[in-house]
Nanobody
Framework: QVQLVESGGGLVHPGGSLRLSCAASGHIFSNDIMGWYRRTPTKERDLVARITSGGTATYGDSVEDRFTIFRDNRKNTIDLQMSSLKPEDTAVYYC??????????????WGHGTQVTVRG
């Protein structure tokens, strides 16, 4: 089992910045992928950014060049630094940890989510 705890959401003005953090605990595998996804009233959980233990990051099209994901393998944490925030970034952000190839076997964990609201 894996537990994910997110923090750092809140209200920010357009153009502002916010940093989200996620801490994983439990049975973490060295090849686990961690990432952030977001859900809005009109879209199910879309990829924001994910990162491998080796540091390879993948970003969703709408956030590339504005968001940066960091990972600390020793602490089993990931951070998402969000800059130049737009109202359309408003969503519930979820931390995810999964093992490629084992998702269908249930090795796919989600946090409870943290609300990010971008509003003037």
């Amino acid at each position: 089992q894996v537990q994910l705890v997110e923090s750092g959401g809140g209200l920010v003005h357009p153009g502002g910045s916010l940093r989200l953090s996620c801490a994983a605990s439990g049975h973490i595998f060295s090849n686990d992928i961690m990432g952030w996804y977001r859900r809005t009233p009109t879209k199910e959980r879309d990829l924001v950014a994910r990162i491998t233990s080796g540091g390879t990051a993948t970003y969703g099209d709408s956030v590339e060049d504005r968001f940066t994901i960091f990972r600390d393998n020793r602490k089993n944490t990931i951070d998402l630094q969000m800059s130049s925030l737009k109202p359309e970034d408003t969503a519930v952000y979820y931390c995810r940890l999964y093992t490629s190839g084992l998702v269908s076997s249930g090795r796919d964990y989600w946090g409870h989510g943290t609300q990010v609201t971008v509003r003037g």
